[in-house]
């Protein structure tokens, strides 16, 4: 290895901002804070989320900011938010944030889809064992004092059939554990995909839902998944048969799962999201949440979690790591890979040899002419390398150039922004 030496990159630091100011709410991992603050930005952290109020009071100071799932990012809060650079969900979602005004505003919003799928497959297990032998059941009765041993409509999940409707990241993976303790697995996707083992694709929900035993979801949500489960849906299952929700509470209408709870139509349920939710720890989960919990929560052999399928140890630590490295490379590199809502573009790192180049990093109106302007002003120089692409309304280009002095990159920023296309430029140097 002596003969080949890597080559290593140059640490770039924006030429137009003052100290970077990162604002992580929603206690997301601190190793992601101190891997922040290492990089010698200035990071203000918080445990609990923050309201649209308050964010509209704080979000002008910051340059990026880090939540999960109860912070709201709306058009209101971005409108003020004349720093901010770029979003990080600690989270597999992104529907707390308003992609579309972000991507206008020439934010890049990053998040963590698969970091975790093992955690979310295992809680499933976990329920299908807890649903088939009324463990929580029996467990409560235990706690209250009661000796209630019996094995009338406890099964064992041998020989079972699991139908996985979505059949991803988390749906593949649980494919593989359920067959493991010698589950029958079945899966619906709009697409068609490989099955991992013996698992069968089938070729609608009806025909899912018909067949299986256990049902699973792990779908996003969409305006087409919304209540996608509901009376008809839970008729078509058989009767006895369990249903398990870890993917978003508004694609099943909960007052029709009561139903089919209370007529015996299902033996079981499990539930880890809600179409609405407590916004803190600590904080009652009742009907000033949701009309109906009450009466979900008097039901026999239901299990509701709140909101804990990604909430092991293993999954915050691949999260924190994933995102934090995310906005690291956008902010230090301009580096859009991974965006949610935003054109996907990257360059090779500049290393540490060419310590004359200078990164123009362009977010703009997705609009004709905008390459040539761009390029008349870089005319003067050589232009290492550049890459562009759009999505939408939107478009982004990076491009390397080289022997560029302080001078020229000012009058290089007062040309390229003063078009009429362009949303944000940034220098890196």
Not at 21 to 36: C, K, P
Request: proline share 4%.
């Amino acid at each position: 290895m002596d003969g080949y030496a890597i080559r290593q990159p140059k640490v770039l630091r924006p030429m137009d901002n003052e100290g970077l100011r990162l604002l992580l709410l929603e206690n997301i991992s601190q190793e992601a804070v101190s891997a922040f603050r290492d990089q010698g930005f200035h990071v203000d952290h918080h445990t609990k989320a923050m309201s649209e109020d308050e964010l509209i009071e704080k979000i002008g100071f910051y340059h990026a900011i880090g939540i999960r799932s109860k912070t709201k990012i709306t058009a209101k809060v971005l409108k003020v938010a004349t720093k901010l650079l770029v979003i990080g969900c600690f989270c597999i979602g992104t529907n707390q944030v308003d992609l579309q005004s972000a991507a206008k505003a020439g934010i890049p919003v990053f998040n963590s889809p698969f970091s975790n799928s093992r955690s979310v497959a295992e809680l499933v297990m976990a329920e299908l064992i807890g649903l088939s032998r009324q463990l929580f059941e029996r467990c409560f009765e235990m706690r209250r004092g009661l000796w209630n041993k019996q094995s009338k409509g406890c099964w064992e999940v041998r020989g079972k059939t699991l139908g996985i409707v979505g059949y991803g990241h988390i749906g593949s993976q649980l494919s593989v554990l359920a067959e493991s303790f010698g589950i029958k697995v079945i899966y619906h996707d709009i697409v068609n995909l490989m099955p991992l083992g013996t698992a069968r694709q089938v070729g609608s929900l009806s025909e899912l839902l018909s067949e299986a035993d256990f049902v699973t979801l792990h779908v996003p949500e969409l305006p087409e998944t919304i209540n996608m489960i509901g009376d008809e849906q839970f008729a078509l299952m058989k009767k006895g048969s369990y249903f398990i929700n870890n993917a978003r509470g508004k694609v099943v209408d909960i007052p029709a799962l009561i139903k089919a709870m209370k007529s015996g139509h299902l033996a079981g349920a499990a539930l880890d999201v809600y179409p609405s939710e407590p916004g803190a720890n600590g904080a009652p989960f009742d009907i000033s949440v949701n009309s109906w919990a009450e009466e979900l929560c008097a039901l026999p052999n239901i299990v509701l979690t709140p909101h804990i399928g990604g909430s092991t140890e293993e999954a915050q630590r691949m999260i924190g790591q994933e995102v934090s490295l995310a906005i690291s490379r956008y902010l230090g590199y301009g580096s859009t890979f991974g965006a949610v809502n935003f054109p996907e573009v990257d360059l090779r790192v500049i290393t540490t040899d060419e310590g004359d180049r200078v990164r123009v990093c362009h977010v703009h109106k997705n609009q004709p002419g905008v390459l040539r302007r761009v390029n008349e002003a870089l005319a003067p120089y050589n232009v290492e390398k550049q890459y562009s692409d759009s999505k939408g309304d939107v478009a982004y280009l990076m491009a390397d150039i080289a022997d560029v002095s302080p001078a020229d990159i000012y009058n290089l920023q007062e040309v390229i922004s003063s078009t009429d296309a362009n949303i944000l430029t940034r220098f890196l140097a």
